[in-house]
């Protein structure tokens, strides 16, 4: 079946300017994460979601870093007056339930550069 | 808090030779812990996981990964290792303490390098 699909796969972008980064998860998951993946930095949680809950948003680095989940499933991270310390590669992934030791599947990332 | 640790930014190995990728965690209740691996280009893939059970764990590609509780680590094997295992492996843990939501923490990841 397909997997978890985010767009744009490279977004290239100024200083200052705002990005949102979109991800689609596996149909039927519940939990969708973002993470940044930095080089040489691992991956950093950013935000988690599930189902109606309010997410948990202690990852976001700051207040310009917001994100939503629309009807449970396609969600949208948006980056406002991007930084340069904001290039990195932002990986969504899902998992049938945060229940439990589920697997998460991760979608291909988007990789960002703020000029 | 729970956090994991991969000691070794790079590790080398020669085509063929035992490989093995080192991770050490900490958790408040009993560890749920997996292993993914990012190949060259391409997304993470889940490798294996722990929950409970057998302390050696076995997962995809030939790859298997030993519970010591006692030294709280996860070390990932492979008995022969292939060129193409060259990727970046990251371990991660998951407080299986109580129900409901926990957190996944993720290490920083170790490049292996498998040499022709």
């Known amino acids: 079946g397909a997997g978890v699909s985010q767009s744009p796969s490279n977004k290239v972008t100024e200083k200052g300017k705002d990005v949102e980064l979109r991800c689609d998860p596996i149909s039927g998951h519940t939990a969708l994460y973002w993470y940044r993946q930095s080089l040489g930095q691992g991956l950093e949680f950013l935000i988690y979601?599930?189902?109606?809950?309010?997410?948990?948003k202690s990852g976001l680095p700051s207040d310009r870093f917001s994100a939503e989940r629309t009807g449970g499933s396609v969600s949208t991270l948006t980056i406002q007056r991007t930084q340069q310390e904001d290039s990195a590669v932002y990986l969504c992934?899902?998992?049938?339930?945060?229940?439990?030791?589920?697997?998460?599947?991760f979608g291909p990332g988007t990789r960002l550069t703020v000029l | 808090a729970q956090s994991v640790a991969q000691p070794e930014d790079q590790v080398n190995v020669a085509e063929g030779n035992p490989l093995t990728v080192k991770c050490t965690y900490s958790?408040?209740?009993?560890?749920?812990l997996f292993w993914y691996v990012q190949y060259p280009n391409r997304g993470l893939q889940f490798l294996l996981k722990?929950?409970?059970?057998?302390?050696l764990v076995k997962g995809s590609y030939g790859f298997e990964a030993e519970f010591n509780k006692s030294q709280t680590s996860f070390h990932l094997k492979k008995p022969s290792a292939l060129v193409s295992d060259s990727a970046l492996y990251f371990c991660a843990v998951r407080d299986g303490l109580g129900g409901g939501y926990q957190k996944v923490t993720f290490g920083t990841g170790t490049k292996l390098q498998v040499i022709p």
């Open positions: 979601f599930q189902g109606n809950s309010a997410p948990d």
């Open positions: 992934a899902s998992s049938p339930s945060p229940q439990g030791p589920d697997t998460q599947y």
């Open positions: 722990y929950i409970t059970g057998d302390n």
């Open positions: 958790v408040s209740g009993n560890p749920y």
